[in-house]
């Protein structure tokens, strides 16, 4: 299954809305999750089963979507919410698959 | 704390194997999956396979077959990825991460990186 995101990049201010969107070849049900990565780290997860946020994820990200179309909501950026994020599905595994990235930019 | 610590940085010539490890503490081992990821610069993360630790069964990407081997050591909550025939393309950084809180296939824990390069 691929994972395409866009856009590949989002330019955008502290406080403004994100959203991001995560489209996959086939359906993936609602088996879909969303990670934020900074240079240098690694992945963190915030999103799966696309709209349970992960343990200690702000309520500033929200996602939704089912079958082939999610989205990835970040209602008022912070700071330090810049950065790349991925969509990744485990509907038809192996593989897991990732999609190519967000960046979002100030 | 969950942590999970790999191996250093490692420089493979093509052709060459490439062996990594990643040391779990702070839960139960044999509870959790663990799933190997890479990630080329610039790149989208790419998952390469996963281990059960308990029994060390394990299950990887169909491109992956009879390239790379995950293991276990139970004594030491150790997971080890190898990979085999090295080339300029297997340049990335690897990471392990754990499937713990939401299920088998979400990874909320990660190690901190190895960069395999290959050259």
């Known amino acids: 299954i691929v994972l395409t995101q866009s856009p590949a990049t989002l330019s955008l201010s502290p406080g403004e809305r994100a959203t991001l969107s995560c489209r996959a070849s086939?359906?993936?049900?609602?088996?879909l999750a969303w990670y934020q990565q900074k240079p240098g780290q690694a992945p963190r997860l915030l999103m799966y089963?696309?709209?349970t946020r992960a343990t200690g994820i702000p309520a500033r990200f929200s996602g939704s979507g089912s079958g082939t179309d999610f989205t990835l909501t970040i209602s008022s950026l912070e700071p330090e919410d810049f950065a790349v994020y991925f969509c990744?599905?485990?509907?038809?595994?192996?593989?897991?698959?990732f999609g190519g990235g967000t960046r979002v930019e100030i | 704390q969950v942590q999970l610590v790999q191996s250093g940085a490692a420089l493979q010539k093509p052709g060459a194997s490439v062996k990594i490890s990643c040391k779990t503490s702070?839960?139960?081992?044999?509870?959790?999956?663990i799933h190997w990821v890479r990630q080329a610069p610039g790149q989208g993360p790419e998952w390469l396979g996963m281990?059960?630790?308990?029994?060390?069964?394990?299950s990887s990407g169909p491109k992956w077959l009879g390239r790379v081997t995950m293991t276990r050591d139970t004594a030491t909550n150790t997971v080890y990825l190898e990979v085999r025939g090295l080339t300029s393309d297997d340049t990335a950084v690897y990471y392990c991460?754990?499937?713990?809180?939401?299920?088998?296939?979400?990874?909320?824990?990660w190690g901190q990186g190895t960069l395999v390069t290959v050259s």
């Open positions: 991460a754990s499937a713990q809180g939401g299920g088998d296939f979400y990874l909320d824990h």
């Open positions: 702070g839960y139960t081992f044999i509870n959790y999956y």
């Open positions: 281990i059960n630790p308990n029994g060390g069964s394990t």
């Open positions: 086939e359906s993936v049900n609602n088996y």
């Open positions: 089963d696309a709209s």
């Open positions: 990744q599905q485990r509907r038809n595994w192996p593989p897991l698959t």
